[in-house]
């Protein structure tokens, strides 16, 4: 079986080499770039990239104008590098739809396990499930939603988030609990987050939207009425 390749994005070559040394050793396949201008290229020219770990910081080409260009035309998992605790930079990068954040220095083995985490629930490591519900039918492995036929296009998160809210129909599930599993790390910001994403896929959902139910005061509930 091909192993899961991984594009790791920066310019020092002591931290792509630290990345690539972990990420190695547990069975992934890892390309370099020490730009943003060659991770391009590479990303272009390579068809099998499953997720991409991006530093912020970079000459010719900094990780915002890359993310921007590879989201263009792809929805594969991105994990950005950057300086602790900037807290612009995550909200920048949110709107660009990065996936993951880890801030410098990091432990390699936190970063493998959010790599492990986003793959296989991005359904790159494993078999994909196929949920249906009230209409809604997702598909894991292909990463696709639609609804009576009609394609949605969610983000990356918007589609975990849905999928979370799918496998627990009926069941009542609090901000911390959708946190824990959705971001699948301990989220250090304000939970108020989930009501933002929850709002953008209700609106994309269309009428569907209304199968996800606010619990006032705890979080929310997936019911097909």
Sequence with gaps: MDRTKILVVDDESRMRKLVKDFLQKNNYDVVEAGDGSE????????NDIALIILDVMMPK???????????NYSKVPIIMLTAKGDEKDELQGFDLGVDEY??????PK??????EAILR???????GDVMEAGGIHLDKAAHMVTIDGENVDLSYK??????????NRGIALS????LNNVWNYDYFGDARTIDTHVKK?????????????TIWGMGYKFEVE
Aim: with cysteine; hydrophobic share 40%.
């Design 110 to 115: 936190i970063l493998v396990a959010r790599v």
């Design 102 to 107: 880890i801030s410098k220095p990091f432990s």
């Design 39 to 46: 991770a391009l290229d590479i990303f272009f020219e390579q």
């Design 158 to 167: 918007e589609f975990e988030l849905l999928t979370y809210f799918m496998e």
């Design 201 to 213: 896929l209700r609106s994309k959902l269309g009428p569907k939207g209304d199968m996800i139910k």
């Design 121 to 127: 629930r991005s359904g790159k490591t494993a078999s």
């Design 61 to 71: 080409m900094d990780g915002w104008q890359v993310c921007r260009e590879v989201r």
């Design 175 to 178: 901000r911390e609990k959708i």
